[in-house]
């Protein structure tokens, strides 16, 4: 009879613990449970999607279904700040564990609306860089994008020139992946919301619209500098950049104007959403405002069939492959600054 007992409480105990083992596995895997609502709690600047760095090589995306055009896991107001003590190091640990090297990403468990590449012109800014990274893959992780970080140096100390800098972004991004957009963005400006999606829309998008350098408000209504998505197609139907801008200004003006000629209106996000953190700094040496860029925007026109992707000269000095970001540095035949 006691013998017969035990083994019932024997019994009971096992199935006890076989429900508990699947409750246990069922809610973790739907995100419900106390144990990974604690996980996310602890992890919040991380992308709550994959857990597993995703295998970039290979078709394997195709057979997904396609991303909703809503991303699911957006957090709407970020916040942001930008603390001095930044290392590309910590930036590493924070988001490198979903990343393939060269700033690369993909959802696994679904197939990405858009192909697209972050291109930042750059040169001896390595402290808004950590920022922007720290700040930018946990964004473009939670939209879903297919995306890589190139960032375009340019070598030397000659005169910045930032539009040809986004001409061999495009040039060089193209020779390594089939994207179809492309957003140019400064270095020091970080979203404050990421429902401000980083791809490409019917028309040419500027989404750094309200700028807290600016009050949050648009300068002036024909603006398209900061950070911009053009398509591949939006951004040869204009022959790109001009490369003649040289030194700070007009290179932005001289896009929207190019924009216009070719029958294009500029789309922007609400004044909520397109809200940016810019990083205070300096004027740059080497890149003082040029007064001959004024004259040139009055020659858009004239010069944009000829000035552009299609007249772009070059030479690359290093391709460097981080886990963040390819970094690539540019000769780009700059005048003495
Ligand atoms: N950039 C560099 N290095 C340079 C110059 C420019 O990386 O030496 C890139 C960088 O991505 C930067 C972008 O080009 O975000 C635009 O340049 P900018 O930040 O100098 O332009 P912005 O309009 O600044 O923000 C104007 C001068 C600010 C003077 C502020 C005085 N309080
Ligand atoms: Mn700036």
Redesign the pocket.
Same mark, same amino acid.
């Given at each position: 009879m006691l013998k017969t007992f035990f083994n019932l409480l024997v019994c009971l105990c096992a199935f006890s613990l076989g429900w508990f083992g699947a409750f246990l596995f069922f809610t973790e895997d739907r995100k419900l449970s106390f144990i990974s609502a604690l996980k996310r709690e602890t992890k919040p600047e991380e992308c709550a999607e994959p857990t597993v760095r995703p295998n970039l090589t290979g078709t394997s995306g195709i057979s997904l279904v396609s991303c909703p055009d809503v991303p699911p896991n957006l957090r709407g107001v970020l916040h942001v700040e930008f603390r001095t003590n930044r290392t590309l190091q910590d930036v590493r640990n924070h988001v490198g564990p979903l990343l393939q090297q060269g700033g690369r990403y993909r959802p696994t468990s679904c197939r990405a609306k858009q192909k697209v590449a972050v291109i930042?012109? @750059?040169?001896?800014?390595f402290e808004?860089?950590n920022h922007w990274l720290y700040y930018l893959h946990p964004v473009l992780m939670r939209q879903q994008l297919d995306y890589s970080v190139y960032v375009i140096?340019?070598d030397g100390d000659g005169v @910045?020139n *930032?539009a040809k #800098?986004m001409n061999i972004g495009f040039k060089e991004a193209l020779k390594e992946y089939d994207y179809d957009c492309f957003v140019f +963005?400064?270095?020091? #400006?970080v979203p404050l919301d990421d429902r401000n999606l980083y791809r490409c829309s019917d028309h040419p998008r500027h989404l750094s619209i309200a700028v807290d *350098?600016f009050d949050f408000i648009l300068p002036y209504a024909t603006l398209f =500098? =900061?950070v911009s998505a053009l398509s591949k197609q939006q951004f040869l139907k204009v022959n790109g950049f001009s490369n003649a801008f040289w030194g700070? =200004?007009g290179e932005d003006d001289d896009m929207s104007q190019r924009l216009s000629y070719r029958g294009m209106v500029i789309s922007r996000p609400d004044s909520v959403t397109g809200r940016y953190k810019?990083? *205070?700094? $300096? $004027?740059? +040496?080497?890149?003082d405002?040029n007064p001959k860029n004024v004259q040139k925007l009055t020659e858009t026109h004239l010069n944009m069939d000829t000035d552009g992707i299609n007249s772009l000269n070059y030479s690359v000095r290093e391709i460097r492959k981080d886990l963040l970001y390819t970094f690539v540095t540019v000769d780009v035949e700059a005048p003495a600054g």
């Open positions: 930042v012109p @750059f040169r001896n800014r808004h860089l140096n340019q @910045f *930032k #800098l +963005s400064d270095v020091d #400006l *350098k =500098g =900061g700070w =200004g810019m990083i *205070k700094h $300096r $004027r740059d +040496s080497h890149n405002p």
